[in-house]
């Protein structure tokens, strides 16, 4: 995790998943606590996302958006982008394709 000017970016590597689920959560509520209001989550090194890991970033996406922040998510492979297509997480989930894009949205 790092920030670029006045955003908190998060690269999730190898799987998100119930394992490991909680440490992304707990890394980017701990920056909300700290003033934080915008992040973005780069999946470009991640392969995989089960149910639980969703879970999380709807989980987050409801607190960053509670706290008047704003959150967005770069690079899904084709994979992932399915299955945020598949469960309609695309709607609720502002998608760029590349870290850059995303930087540039907010």
Same mark, same amino acid.
Request: proline content about 0%.
């Given at each position: 995790m790092h920030r670029e000017g006045e955003i908190t970016v998060v690269d999730v590597e190898g799987q998100l998943i119930v394992g490991n689920r909680q440490e992304l959560k707990q890394k980017v509520l @701990?920056?909300?606590?700290?003033?934080?209001?915008?992040?973005l989550i780069d999946f470009s090194q991640t392969g995989y996302i089960d149910s639980s890991g969703l879970g999380v970033l709807v989980s987050l996406s409801k607190k960053i958006r509670e706290?008047?922040?704003e959150l967005r998510l770069a690079n899904l492979? @084709? @994979?992932?982008?399915?299955?945020?297509?598949l469960t309609k997480l695309d709607t609720l989930f502002?998608?760029?394709?590349t870290r850059e894009r995303a930087l540039d949205s907010f």
């Amino acid at each position: 995790m790092h920030r670029e000017g006045e955003i908190t970016v998060v690269d999730v590597e190898g799987q998100l998943i119930v394992g490991n689920r909680q440490e992304l959560k707990q890394k980017v509520l @701990d920056e909300l606590e700290r003033g934080e209001r915008k992040f973005l989550i780069d999946f470009s090194q991640t392969g995989y996302i089960d149910s639980s890991g969703l879970g999380v970033l709807v989980s987050l996406s409801k607190k960053i958006r509670e706290q008047g922040g704003e959150l967005r998510l770069a690079n899904l492979n @084709d @994979d992932l982008k399915t299955l945020f297509e598949l469960t309609k997480l695309d709607t609720l989930f502002q998608i760029a394709e590349t870290r850059e894009r995303a930087l540039d949205s907010f």
